[in-house]
């Protein structure tokens, strides 16, 4: 068990320190949610299968879809085509691949063999939500508040990224909006 703790942790410290200093969102994106799959897998092996079904669910699946539509949408322009290109390349999903597999290959061992390392197995308990609540909300409290507020930047500065003098739009709104606008008289003789 110790060795499957150590191998989660390393990856979850490197693939966050890969997602902060990636110069590319999307790439920095992919990295966040193999930390966060990383870091459900400690919570199963702590014996918090809530937590960790949480922390896939919530966070490595709701938030951070959230967070790539944000990033897809905040990318404009013919600049962001030829980034979608280079996103599609093989090159940039192998190695969270090979971290999400090592992921999965740790989880089905721990699935399989629940007894494994030198101490006693940790035996998973049910937890009814209202413990969580509970917990969250007494001696957790500091940590809730702490991450409200990092949402609440997140969600200003989203605004502000988002509230931009120029109006462009994207590549295929910009489309559909030349097709709507009617053609003047004048812009008409310039197109005969």
Known sequence: MNIIFYISAIIAVYCTLKAVLNKHAVHALLYLIVSLLAVAVIFFILGAPF?????VIIYAGAIMVLFVFVVMMLNRGEAAVQQEKAWLQ????????????????EWLY?????????GPAVQPQAISPQQVGEALFTRYLLGVEMAAMLLMAGIIGAYHIGKQKQRTYHRYLEEENRLQTPVSKHQTSELI
Request: charged share 5%.
């Open 51 to 55: 937590l960790a079904a949480l922390e």
């Open 90 to 105: 093989f090159r940039t999903w192998i190695w969270p691949a090979v971290f999400v597999l090592l992921l999965f290959a």
């Open 110 to 118: 721990i699935l399989f063999h629940p007894s494994i390392g030198a």
